[in-house]
C-alpha cells in the first residue's frame, strides 16, 4: 500500500500563488506516472495535471494550462503542483495519486490511478 501525503494547500486571494507537495512512501515512486486531481463541493473530481515517470509528458486541464505546473522530484519521492493566477474556480480540494499500471506516457482518467492521498483544501477568494 503507498501512502501519498499532500501539503501545500490554504487560502488565498486571486491572483495570488501557491505550491503542492506530495511525498509518497514508496521505493517504487520513480516506476509509476502520477496526478494531480481536484474536486469542488458538488462536482466531480477531475485532473488538473500529469506527470509520467520521467517527467517528459505533463497533460494539463485545459483550464490550467499555461497557469499551472507539474514537476516530480524521484529523488525525494515527491510530486509538485506549482500554481500560478490562481481563480476562485480553483477552488475545491486537490489530491495526490499513483497511476496504477506502468506506462511511458502519463495517464488522464480518473480510474487509471489506484492509490490516492488524502487531499489538501485550496481556496481562492475573489
Known amino acids: 500500500q503507498v501512502r501519498l501525503e499532500e501539503s501545500g494547500g490554504g487560502f488565498v486571494q486571486a491572483g495570488d500563488s501557491l505550491r503542492l507537495s506530495c511525498l509518497a512512501s514508496t521505493r517504487t515512486f520513480n516506476n509509476f506516472g502520477m496526478g494531480w486531481f481536484r474536486q469542488a463541493p458538488g462536482k466531480e473530481r477531475e485532473l488538473v495535471a500529469a506527470i509520467n515517470w520521467n517527467g517528459k509528458y505533463t497533460p494539463y486541464a485545459d483550464s490550467v494550462k499555461g497557469r499551472f505546473t507539474i514537476s516530480r522530484d524521484n529523488a525525494k519521492n515527491t510530486v509538485y503542483l506549482e500554481m500560478e493566477s490562481l481563480k476562485p474556480e480553483d477552488s475545491g480540494v486537490y489530491y495526490c495519486?499513483?497511476?496504477?499500471?506502468?506506462?511511458?506516457?502519463?495517464?488522464?482518467?480518473?480510474?487509471?490511478?489506484?492509490?490516492w492521498g488524502q487531499g489538501t483544501q485550496v481556496t481562492v477568494t475573489s
Open positions: 495519486a499513483r497511476a496504477r499500471a506502468h506506462s511511458p506516457y502519463a495517464f488522464t482518467q480518473l480510474e487509471d490511478y489506484a492509490d
